[in-house]
């Protein structure tokens, strides 16, 4: 197994058996669920007064991001993934279409936010796995991350495990909103 297997394989195991499978089934309410007040999430344009995207949905942001930080949902963050943890670092690492929180056509149901993930997620995947070692020890040639390609590989790895099981605890807690305490 070469290093860039092994850097994908370290996320491929976990979102393979772990996070994906956790996902199945995720309704539009659970996806647009607010746990609380002033969530940030992806809304229809225009009913939000700071938002990005360019299709008929938007995600809401603000720049710089008020302290704290709000709560935000499903959406928002399988967003967060599709276009800023992913999105971003497919188009300048490996090639593919450039992303833009501006310009990106935000999904409006959970069923096309699961296909943009997959999507998103297979052409990361398949962009590290045919990373060189010497790709691996330098810095890119394209985008503004000036590290070696190594530490950006593992900082996606952790994002992703961690925004994954956060997705995951939302999940959780609405499905036992409705239960009693005991």
Request: proline residues 7%.
């Amino acid at each position: 197994m070469t290093r860039s297997d092994r850097l994908a394989d370290q996320l491929d195991r976990h979102w393979q058996k772990n996070l994906r499978p956790r996902w199945e089934g995720l309704t539009d309410e659970e996806y647009f669920w607010e746990p609380v007040r002033g969530c940030w999430s992806v809304r229809p344009r225009g009913a939000s007064d700071a938002s990005a995207g360019a299709g008929e949905w938007t995600v809401d942001y603000a720049s710089p991001a008020p302290e704290p930080a709000p709560v935000t949902t499903i959406a928002w963050r399988m967003a967060h993934i599709v276009v800023s943890c992913l999105g971003y670092r497919v188009g300048w690492h490996f090639g593919g279409q450039d992303v833009d929180s501006d310009t990106y056509p935000y999904a409006g149901t959970a069923d096309e936010a699961l296909k943009q993930l997959d999507d998103m997620y297979g052409r990361w995947n398949a962009g590290v796995r045919e990373l060189s070692d010497a790709d691996l020890e330098n810095p890119p040639a394209v985008g503004p991350e000036q590290f070696p390609m190594e530490g950006i590989v593992l900082h996606v790895n952790r994002e992703l495990i961690h925004h994954g099981a956060e997705i995951s605890l939302l999940r959780d807690l609405y499905r036992r909103q409705e239960l009693p305490r005991k």
